[in-house]
């Protein structure tokens, strides 16, 4: 009420808006206002205060009043905030007074003043200011909702629970099943803080990996040009030799011409001499010249030397261009000389050995960070991959009981049966289960005969033709099976241990195919 009060004093007496204009009476008006009544009074040359008649010799001029503008400023911030924040007294209809409590059974918004004068019945409901208190009221009885039907997850009165659609159902107070709301409420934000927590470490995690594997791969790059221009340089080096030694050789025989031509020149002007003299007997004295036939002959054919024509730019530009070939397949294509496990797509359960040669089954769960790499299951892939060539690897499988080996696309899925090797279309194996020895592939499994004799085995690829084969090494060495098909990815090397140990044998091993 106070700052209503306040807030009259500082009004215009004339629009009644905020006045920051005073005259020398005091009175404070908006300066529209009173200019425009000061103009009405020009005529005339008598000025006068419109509130207290108050009279000025002469028109006064406009003075803006500091300390209330000061105040205004306080007052509309003040209000301003109300405004935004808060909700107002239904019966301060004169100012705007923030309402302290709203009456449910009214549906009015009371100040502190007229809550002191309302009703205290029961039915008088009071609640904190809102804005709608028609929505805490039941639509079809008009009654307070002061129940909750859990039930139907509903909020009704009194007569919902005796005579209405809700009789007989499970009800509770209002403040108990907000007191139960709430705990539900913390217990799906802490899961669902749990969950965004795992999430911001498994990005974590990610960025981290990715960020070492754009690093390794930068390196890999830096490494790989440097291996061209070195490479080149080299190229350089013999193409510039080549050259330099061709040229010593071209030398030789430009000496020799140049001697020849000499030669020829002094023939020349001893044989003008010869036609220019008078004297008979000097010149029919003079040897045959018959000999010239034969130095032409030498001089033709020696011109046609073939020395002369290796320096020719097509040959050094076919050279250079098959050397890059020969450095591009050299370099950039290469096949993995070793197959090495990659740690990160190894399953929970298995241990990779620090040669990264070994994979064994563990029955404590490894703590390993989560990637979309890992397999759900116990299996590994292969760091490299092969694309193209013939070659074969081979493992160790006699420290299993229950094993799996073969090769896979990079795109195999990681998690569900689909990811187990042999089990869809994007790997092929060779299964070991009780005993029992089979191939698979597409979820397609193939019977092998059995007690084959196999503690080692031999899987041999040949990318072009589409084939890979699996063989046992026991004397004597024995074809499994070979399948058949068109590669369209790399293939990993792919392995499953569920008891014991597999160990890879040697490196990679590349082999040509018997007609």
């Not at 050299?330 to 000389?337: D, F």
Request: aromatic share 6%.
């Amino acid at each position: 009420m106070a700052s209503a009060d306040l807030r009259q004093e500082l009004d215009c007496f004339i629009c009644q808006n905020i006045a920051p204009v005073t005259l020398i009476c005091g009175h404070n008006f908006c300066p529209d206002c009173l200019f425009h009544t000061l103009n009405t009074k020009e005529e005339s040359g008598l000025y006068a205060c419109p509130v207290c008649r108050a009279e000025c010799p002469e028109r006064p001029a406009l003075q803006r009043n500091v300390t209330t503008c000061n105040v205004v400023g306080s007052v509309l911030y003040t209000q301003s905030d109300q405004k935004e924040t808060g909700i107002f007294c239904t019966y301060c209809i004169h100012s705007h007074v923030l309402a302290a409590k709203t009456c449910l059974h009214c549906e009015a918004s009371l100040c502190d003043n007229h809550l002191r004068v309302h009703s205290q019945s029961p039915e008088h409901v009071l609640c904190e200011p809102t804005t709608s208190p028609g929505n805490r009221k039941c639509s079809i009885h008009k009654k307070i909702l002061e129940y909750y039907c859990t039930e139907d997850s509903a909020c009704i009165c009194v007569s919902c629970c005796l005579a209405g659609e809700h009789q007989g159902h499970r009800v509770e107070m209002m403040d108990e099943a907000l007191k139960k709301k709430k705990e539900k409420l913390r217990d799906v934000l802490q899961n669902l803080t749990t969950k965004r927590d795992k999430i911001e470490k498994s990005l974590q995690e990610r960025r981290r990996r990715d960020q070492k594997k754009a690093s390794d791969i930068t390196e890999r790059v830096a490494a790989l040009f440097a291996d061209i221009r070195k490479e080149l340089e080299d190229l350089e080096k013999r193409v510039s030799s080549e050259i330099s030694r061709k040229k010593e050789c071209i030398s030789p025989s430009i000496t020799a011409l140049e001697i020849k031509k000499d030669e020829l020149s002094r023939k020349i002007h001893h044989m003008e001499e010869l036609c220019n003299l008078s004297d008979p007997v000097t010149v029919l004295q003079e040897p045959d010249t018959g000999d010239l036939c034969d130095t032409e002959d030498r001089e033709r054919h020696y011109s046609e030397d073939p020395d002369v024509g290796d320096l020719d730019l097509g040959l050094i530009s076919q050279t250079i261009y098959r050397r890059l070939s020969d450095i591009i397949k050299g370099i950039c294509v290469q096949e993995p000389k070793d197959i090495l496990l990659d740690a990160n797509t190894a399953g929970n359960k298995l241990r990779i050995s620090r040669d990264m040669k070994i994979v064994s089954e563990t029955f404590k769960v490894e703590n390993c960070p989560e990637t979309p790499e890992r397999f759900q299951y116990n299996q590994v892939l292969s760091t490299g991959t092969f694309s193209s060539g013939r070659h074969y690897w081979e493992a160790d499988v006699s420290k299993s009981r229950n094993w799996r080996v073969g090769m896979c696309y990079p795109s195999i899925e990681r998690t569900g049966n689909e990811s187990l090797i042999g089990e869809n279309n994007k790997s092929w194996g060779l299964d070991r289960t009780r005993n029992q020895y089979s191939v698979r592939h597409d979820n397609r499994e193939i019977q092998l005969p059995d007690k084959i004799p196999c503690t080692r085995v031999r899987i041999c690829l040949d990318y072009e033709a589409g084939e890979l084969s699996f063989y046992s090494l026991c004397d004597p060495i024995t074809l499994l099976h070979t399948f058949t098909t068109t590669f369209t990815e790399p293939l990993h090397a792919a392995l499953g241990v569920w008891k014991g140990h597999i160990k890879i044998c040697g490196g990679v091993r590349t082999w040509e195919k018997q007609n």
